[in-house]
C-alpha cells in the first residue's frame, strides 16, 4: 500500500519503533502469513504488550504505533489485522484517560475496514472489531459484530465454552450501555451458566468494566 497523506505513517511524524537498543525482541506464538521473518508486526505487538506489562508506558505505545504503520504498510488500512493491532492500543488510551485518541484511533479503523475481508475474520478478530466499534461510539455497530462473533464461537467451541460465554459477557455490556437492561441481565445469566469457574469472573468483569468512567463516555447513540 503506499503511503498518504492519511496513512498512520504521516499522522505519527517521527520515530515510531520504541525497541530498547540491544534489547531482544519478543515472540509470539502465531504468525500471520508464512514466510515473513522477524520484521513481521506481530512480534513489535508482542514486545508492545510485554513493554507495557514492564511498566514501560512510552515505549509500549510506540511499539504499537510501529506496528499498526508496518501492517497499514503491507496489508492495507482496511485489513483485519489493522484492528487486531488498534484494539490494544486503543484499551492503553482508554485506560489512560486518553478518550480523545482512542476514539480517533476507533473511528479510523473502523471507518476503513474492509467488509468483504470482515466477513471471513475469526470470532476473536471479530470482537476486536466490535470493541473498536464501541470505542468509536458505534454501539449499535458493536452490538452487530459482537452477535457475529457469538455465533462463530458457538459453531467452533459450543455453548458452554469460555470463549462463548466472553461473546455473551461482551454483549451483556453493550446491552448496559444501550440502556438494554433486561436484555443485558438475560445475557449475563447465559454466561454465568455453565458449570466453569473461569465464565463467571469473566462475565463479571465485562459488566463491571461499564461501570466505569470511560465506558460511560463512549457508548452513546445508536450505530
Avoid at 503511503?3 to 520515530?15: H, I, T
Avoid at 514501560?56 to 508496518?70: H, K, M
Avoid at 479510523?108 to 467488509?115: G, H, L
Avoid at 433486561?182 to 468483569?205: N, Q
Wanted: hydrophobic share 40%; aromatic share 6%; charged share 25%.
Amino acid at each position: 500500500m503506499q503511503a498518504s497523506d492519511s496513512s498512520l505513517r504521516d499522522r505519527w511524524d517521527g520515530p515510531t519503533d520504541g525497541r530498547a537498543e540491544g534489547a531482544a525482541p519478543a515472540r509470539a506464538t502465531v504468525d500471520w502469513d508464512n514466510g515473513i521473518g522477524g520484521d513481521n508486526p506481530i512480534y513489535t505487538v508482542a514486545e508492545a504488550e510485554t513493554a507495557l506489562r514492564a511498566g514501560a508506558l512510552d515505549q509500549g505505545e510506540r511499539l504499537f504505533r510501529a506496528a499498526l504503520v508496518a501492517t497499514e504498510s503491507r496489508y492495507g488500512a482496511g485489513h483485519p489485522y489493522m484492528a487486531v493491532i488498534a484494539c490494544g492500543l486503543a484499551e492503553f488510551y482508554e485506560k489512560q484517560g486518553r478518550l480523545e485518541e482512542m476514539r480517533w484511533l476507533a473511528r479510523r479503523i473502523v471507518e476503513r475496514a474492509d467488509p468483504d475481508a470482515i466477513a471471513t475474520a475469526n470470532g476473536r478478530t471479530l470482537r476486536r472489531i466490535a470493541a473498536l466499534c464501541r470505542m468509536a461510539d458505534r454501539p449499535g455497530a458493536a452490538l452487530a459484530f459482537y452477535r457475529l462473533s457469538l455465533d462463530r464461537c458457538r459453531a467452533k467451541y459450543g455453548q458452554g465454552h469460555p470463549k462463548t460465554a466472553a461473546c455473551l459477557a461482551d454483549m451483556a455490556a453493550c446491552h448496559h450501555n444501550l440502556g438494554n437492561s433486561a436484555a443485558a441481565r438475560r445475557l449475563l445469566r447465559l454466561a454465568a451458566a455453565t458449570a466453569d469457574s473461569s465464565v463467571h469472573r469473566v462475565a463479571a468483569d465485562s459488566i463491571g468494566a461499564t461501570g466505569s468512567a470511560a465506558p460511560q463516555a463512549m457508548a452513546r447513540g445508536a450505530g
